[in-house]
């Protein structure tokens, strides 16, 4: 089980910081992704990092997120800078054996937390 946190509101330019712990397995050896959802549209990559801390990041958040994970707490991070309303969207963590951009090569899927971005 994935559990997102650190959802909320905030103004652009801000700063949000969202947590995905897991429960129940260990996802040490696992990739963990990021994905994010706006109302009416696809959901889409955000970013993932390898069990070895290798990242990759979509293009829109290059620079402005930073994904890290703690093996000893099986958690994963999204920390979020320079906030645009653009981003506002439901965040989903997810777990899989691979990292990859596309959602459908991961396995394991968090409930999602809002991040709501105002102007």
């Known amino acids: 089980q994935l559990q997102a946190s650190g959802g909320g509101l905030v103004q652009a330019g801000g700063s949000l910081r969202l947590s995905c712990a897991a429960s129940?397995?260990?996802?040490?050896?696992?990739?963990m992704g990021w994905f994010r959802q706006a109302p009416g549209k696809r959901r889409e990559f955000v970013a993932a990092m390898t069990w070895n801390r290798i990242t990759r990041y979509a293009d829109s958040v290059r620079g402005r997120f930073t994904i890290s994970r703690n093996h000893t707490a099986n958690t994963v991070y999204l920390q979020m800078n320079n906030l645009t309303p653009e981003d506002t969207a439901v965040y989903f963590c997810?777990?899989?054996?691979?990292?990859?951009?596309?959602?459908?090569?991961?396995?394991?899927w968090g409930q999602g937390t809002q991040v709501t971005v105002s102007s």
């Open positions: 997810a777990t899989g054996s691979g990292m990859s951009v596309y959602d459908t090569f991961y396995d394991y």
């Open positions: 129940g397995r260990t996802v040490s050896g696992d990739a």
